[in-house]
């Protein structure tokens, strides 16, 4: 879609539909077109959205990001997104309240011949090298350069104040950080069984670097998050997708023991897109395949 459209979409989205629908929706915890930017871009950036795209928002935001606060401005007027949840994320995100999920994170998790731990500002020069690596993310649109990675490390870390969970930093004795390995939730309403409400469905995934790849690493790691998220968090069941063509990721996903459950078209993807194709797996935590309607974690405790 052109920039200059998603731009109309939005301001129409936030100045008229947006505040006229709050008429008739007195739980909803704002009422103001400002507000609603704040809340949408928030957690379509992954925390403060000043804090990466200049003001104004609507004219500086990088078109992939406008379009998914549009697609979750949406979802909360379809009723597929909980209002109450986004605004708590954002806030909490702000300092304004306290943590979104009262979950206890622990600093790290010790694994065999690695440890998940929270990022470190020491982690950013080998992330954005990762990021910029065309090898490591062949089966994403594009690399990244050094500020959009800053951006994403930020926003990953901030998953565990808002979550009590989140992509952990992968660290290897000897040679530091090598990559990330978590769970997220997913905020953007996605296209597959269950995924279509917004924050309902948490994804499992990994990106590491070249260096840590043929060791079996990304499985060990997954295993030893998945542990502590099934434990400690009480999340029932995960998913994880990727393009059609991504053959490793998928064979870690079986590896898992996870199941393909179904193909479905990536909405961040232009139709004509090589990677729009993904693949979808479901993974529940007795180790069963896990139904699409099985019930999510509760996000608004």
């Known amino acids: 879609m052109p920039l200059g459209t998603l731009q109309r979409n939005w301001r129409d989205l936030v100045d008229r539909r947006l505040p006229q629908a709050a008429r008739a929706r007195p739980d909803w915890p ?8 704040r809340i949408l871009l928030d957690n379509a950036c992954g925390g403060p959205w000043r804090e990466s ?19 979750l401005g949406e979802a909360v007027l379809a009723a597929k997104a909980d ?31 690695f440890v998940l731990r ?3 500002r020491a982690d950013d020069a080998p992330f954005a090298e990762l990021n910029a690596d065309p090898e490591v993310m062949r089966h994403f649109p594009s690399t990244k350069n050094r500020g959009e990675s800053l951006i994403e490390a ?3 870390d901030r998953r565990f104040e808002s979550d009590g969970f989140g992509p952990w930093a992968v660290e290897v004795p000897g040679e530091g950080f090598v990559g990330f390995v978590g769970a997220m939730r997913l905020i953007r309403p996605m296209p597959f069984a269950g995924g279509e409400t917004a924050g309902s469905t948490v994804e499992i995934g990994w990106r590491l670097a070249r260096s840590a790849w043929g060791r079996g690493l990304a499985t060990k790691a997954a ?7 099934y434990a400690r968090c009480g999340v029932p069941a995960v998913v994880a997708f990727t393009a059609a063509s991504n053959i490793p990721s998928r064979k870690v996903m079986e590896r898992l023991g996870m199941a393909f459950s179904e193909e479905f078209l990536h909405p961040a993807l232009p139709a ?16 069963s395949f896990a139904e699409a309607g099985q019930a999510p974690e509760d996000h608004r405790s």
């Open 118 to 120: 929270r990022w470190l």
């Open 223 to 229: 295993r030893l998050a998945l542990a502590d998220l």
């Open 83 to 113: 209002l109450a949840f986004l605004n708590r994320r954002s806030l909490a995100w702000r300092g304004k309240v306290r943590r979104a999920v009262p979950i206890s994170t622990p600093a790290s998790l010790t694994g065999q011949g």
């Open 272 to 287: 004509d897109h090589r990677l729009q194709p993904h693949v979808l797996y479901r993974l529940a935590a007795d180790g």
């Open 30 to 37: 704002v009422r103001l077109d400002h507000c609603f930017a």
């Open 53 to 71: 795209v200049a003001p104004p928002a609507w004219a500086n935001m990088p078109p992939e990001r406008l379009a998914f606060a549009i697609d």
């Open 154 to 156: 930020r926003a990953i």
